[in-house]
């Protein structure tokens, strides 16, 4: 069964510190993993997306790894803001583009 | 959330009623995706639908439905068969791309509709 694991299920941090957010999966056949950021009521939105050749992936603040030998992937924020408050959700596709796996997600919030 | 709408943002259910949820792009993307939301747990696939006229069942689908008259338009049913139908519901499409093309892959997400029942 494809499933994808994230840790922590929560996080609270200090805005302007860094952390790292963590994903491991066992869905095959890989394809890609991708990494959204959904706020409160809202849909999720894409931050990154890596394929199996990829082994780092930067947006901005946001730097995401893949290695897919041990089947992990992080989320790395940096210098965070009240806005990162948030879950973020680890996305595995297993081909194809139609069959996603979802993860529960982290969810982060940065406090002054 | 761009070009993806869902509507309402709320809506109440009262019990043995059928509601409509609707979900609508403006950025000719050719398939498109229904998904439940609970607490604690990842999205689930209730029904997509790659072209026009054409719709498979997810994960979840029993006691919803769907249709795809029009290329930009994918609502979804709840039925009265659905007995648990309190959650998010998070319509998505994607652009097919070129062959190869990692953008081809990625899912834009509407603003969800959270559904209650009375």
């Known amino acids: 069964k494809n499933q994808v694991e994230q840790s922590p299920q929560s996080l609270i941090i200090l805005e302007g510190k860094n952390c790292t957010l963590q994903?491991?999966?066992?869905?095959?056949?890989?394809?890609?993993l991708r990494w959204y950021k959904q706020d409160t009521g809202r849909g999720p939105v894409s931050l990154t997306i890596?394929?199996?050749?990829?082994n780092t992936k930067s947006n901005g603040r946001y730097t995401a790894t893949l290695d897919a030998d041990t089947k992990q992937s992080s989320l790395h924020i940096t210098a965070s803001q009240l806005s990162d408050s948030a879950s973020y959700i680890c996305?595995?596709?297993?081909?194809?583009?139609?069959?996603?796996?979802f993860g529960t997600g982290t969810q982060l919030k940065v406090e002054l | 959330d761009g070009g993806i709408t869902q509507s309402p943002k709320y809506l109440f259910r009262k019990e043995g009623q059928n509601v409509t949820l609707s979900c609508e792009q403006n950025?000719?993307?050719?398939?498109m995706y229904w998904y439940r939301q609970d607490p604690g747990q990842g999205l689930r696939l209730i029904y997509y639908s790659q072209i026009v006229n054409d719709f498979q069942k997810g994960d979840i689908a029993e006691g919803y439905s769907v249709s795809r008259e029009k290329k930009e338009s994918f609502p979804l049913t709840v039925t009265s068969a659905q007995k648990n139908p309190t959650a998010f519901y998070l319509c998505a499409s994607r652009k097919y791309g070129t062959s190869g093309s990692i953008k081809g892959e990625t899912q834009y997400f509407g603003p969800g509709t959270r559904l209650l029942v009375l």
């Open positions: 994903c491991n999966y066992t869905v095959s056949p890989f394809s890609n």
């Open positions: 890596m394929t199996f050749s990829e």
């Open positions: 950025l000719n993307h050719d398939a």
């Open positions: 996305v595995v596709s297993a081909g194809g583009g139609n069959k996603l796996t």
